[in-house]
């Protein structure tokens, strides 16, 4: 290519961690390598933070094996920040990339992270700076527009279904009423992944809330109180980010008050608050003596041995394609996972930033069953190939019960 840009790569990831973002970091790593263009690797550690600090790694100098390794290692092996840059703060990134000769950045985040892309990107055309910025997609949460689904959240569902497996035999031994709070502010994917678990007619979780469906206190009496009726037992499912018919958060109409982020935003996780208010009410409510709750917090995004391999691979291939429309095509943009048939395949695309950037997608009415306490079958066909193969499955005795004899 007697017209490519030469320079040097830089690769950073901002963000909650997932199970499989390293897969994107070291496709891009090892991508890379091939193109003589490149002059080194760089990697950003915390992220943006780590940009105007100027704290980089030489990946150039990086073993594959030891590259290799940290993919099938969960979180960012960069690290991360939780920090969201505005225009200034981008703009002291842009001088730092001018002094290294940066020419080439991969940014792997979610919503707020395709947004510095698409802030750099453009100051870097004010300038007449020759980069090219891409956006690689990653987020347990699932919630990235223009993608079929995000690398990350087939492995975290993968966590989140092992775990109410687990669930379903401790409430089956011990009956009583069990709560699990999911992360998942606008949207419920990974709430609903829940529902994966269910084998037995009698499995939980017997109900899913999700942000969705507006959450009504009344209507969680009604439903458990079926259910409890029904089986003994309930196994409940729910976003953090469920909200009330006027859009309050749930957390903090049952907390009286509410707390804030970094970001300006509700706290919604993080202290277990909204399931133990939720247990309060059922059994305030219902007289229910047996009921606990847990809040799904660090675990499902950062497990060891979780990975589903199709999310490895996708995300993998997520990192590779960025590099290959940067070298090859010479754009900027998003990347973006599509599914072309159910079941199953993918192709890549790369779409204008502004698709993707400070945008939330939510889950399409067809994945949430009527009465907004449940998921349907079009969502169990659209996430089950998700969470990859050789998923672990519970079994139950089926031995014949012997005759009393006493008391018959």
């Not at 309060?280 to 606990?292: A, C, F, N, P, S």
Request: glycine share 10%; proline share 4%.
């Amino acid at each position: 290519m007697s017209n490519r840009l030469e320079g040097k790569v830089l690769v950073a990831q901002g963000g909650g961690p997932t199970p499989v973002i390293n897969q994107s970091i070291v496709g891009v790593a090892l991508e890379a390598r091939k193109f003589s263009q490149v002059t080194c690797i760089y990697g950003a550690m915390h992220g943006v933070s780590g940009i105007i600090n100027e704290n980089f790694v030489d990946l150039t100098r990086e073993t594959t094996h030891n590259l290799e390794q940290v993919a099938g290692t969960p979180s960012s092996g960069l690290l991360s920040t939780r920090d969201k840059p505005n225009e200034e703060y981008c703009a002291r990134m842009f001088e730092v990339m001018k002094a290294h000769d940066i020419r080439y950045f991969f940014y792997v985040g979610g919503n707020d992270s395709s947004d510095t892309v698409r802030i750099v990107n453009e100051q870097a055309k004010a300038a007449d700076y020759e980069l090219r910025a891409i956006h690689i997609p990653k987020t347990i949460d699932n919630d990235l527009m223009e993608n079929d689904h995000c690398p990350g959240f087939g492995s975290a569902a993968r966590f989140v279904a092992q775990a109410f497996m687990g669930v379903n035999l401790d409430n089956r031994a011990l009956q009583g009423v069990y709560i699990g709070c999911i992360m998942g502010r606008h949207a419920g994917f990974l709430t609903a992944a829940s529902a994966l678990a269910q084998k037995y007619y009698n499995d939980g979780p017997h109900l899913v809330y999700v942000p969705e469906r507006h959450f009504k206190t009344e209507q969680l009496l009604a439903d458990v109180d079926r259910v409890y009726s029904k089986y003994g037992m309930c196994t409940i499912a729910v976003s953090e980010g469920i909200s009330d018919p006027d859009g309050t958060p749930m957390i903090v109409k049952l907390l009286g008050k509410e707390e804030r982020d970094s970001h300006g935003n509700v706290q919604l996780s993080g202290t277990g608050a909204l399931g133990d208010l939720l247990a309060d009410t059922i059994r305030d409510g219902l007289k229910i003596k047996r009921v606990r709750s847990d809040t799904f917090g660090y675990l499902q995004r950062s497990f060891m041995g979780i990975q589903s391999d199709r999310d490895a691979r996708e995300a993998r291939e997520v990192g590779e394609k960025a590099v290959q429309y940067a070298m090859w095509d010479n754009v900027d943009g998003s990347v973006a996972i599509k599914r072309p048939v159910l079941d199953y395949s993918v192709d890549y695309e790369l779409v204008d930033i502004k698709m993707v950037a400070g945008k939330t997608r939510h889950m399409p009415d067809n994945f949430i069953n009527a009465e907004g306490n449940g998921v349907t079958q079009d969502f169990m066909n659209y996430c089950r190939p998700l969470i990859g193969s050789n998923m672990p499955e519970p079994h139950r005795l089926r031995a014949p019960a012997v005759a009393k004899i006493l008391n018959r």
